[in-house]
Nanobody, 124 residues
Framework: QVQLVESGGELGRPGASLGLSCAAS????????LAWFRQVPGRERDFVAA????????HYTDSVKGRFTISRDNAKNTVYLQMNSLKPEDTAVYYC????WGRGSERVAVYDYWGQGTQVTVSS
């Protein structure tokens, strides 16, 4: 079993940068694909970014390409999301997720392990 705990969510102004972290415990995340999703009240949880387990390949939803960067440090058992040029529409609860089969999908159902979420609010 893997436990995931996100941190770093806070209030940021449009155009600012924020960094999220997700620390894993209970098992090594090295063989897992990792991802970030986000959710606003009343809407489904949406894919943001994913990183592969083996070659570090990444992919992003179109709305964050060029602004967000997902990375991982297997030695620290942690996945990160660097968010630059924040927009009000980035406001959401951000969740990290782990897929033990290493698929790195954009689909929520693929991920077996989830954190509790961290709130990011972008507002002037």
């Amino acid at each position: 079993q893997v436990q995931l705990v996100e941190s770093g969510g806070e209030l940021g102004r449009p155009g600012a940068s924020l960094g999220l972290s997700c620390a894993a415990s209970g098992a090594s995340i090295a063989p897992y694909a990792l991802a970030w999703f986000r959710q606003v009240p009343g809407r489904e949880r949406d894919f943001v970014a994913a990183i592969a387990w083996n070659d570090g390949n990444t992919h992003y939803t179109d709305s964050v390409k060029g602004r967000f960067t997902i990375s991982r440090d297997n030695a620290k058992n942690t996945v990160y999301l660097q968010m630059n040029s924040l927009k009000p529409e980035d406001t959401a609860v951000y969740y990290c997720a782990a897929d033990p089969w290493g698929r790195g999908s954009e689909r929520v159902a693929v991920y077996d392990y989830w954190g509790q979420g961290t709130q990011v609010t972008v507002s002037s």
